[in-house]
């Protein structure tokens, strides 16, 4: 069951925003795998509207996903 919904910002790619809800235990792969697919583009992330703070990798520091759900 998705219970986050991760939108992806990147002005170099289109579409320029893709929402995708996904279940929290699989927002690290999904976020590890638009960066593989986007590397060397700038974009941003948020969870549940918030802004992740993300590695060079687009992984998610882990102090980005506490408190959100």
């Known amino acids: 069951m998705a219970d986050c919904r991760l939108v992806f910002s990147n002005a170099e790619a289109t579409p320029h925003n893709v929402a995708i809800d996904v279940s929290f ?9 638009y960066g593989a697919y986007h590397a060397g583009d ?28």
């Open 42 to 69: 700038r974009y941003t992330v948020t969870l549940n509207g918030r802004n992740v703070a993300m590695d060079q990798n687009g992984v998610p520091l882990d102090k980005a996903n506490e408190g959100v759900k």
């Open 25 to 33: 235990n699989s927002v690290k792969h999904v976020m590890a795998w």
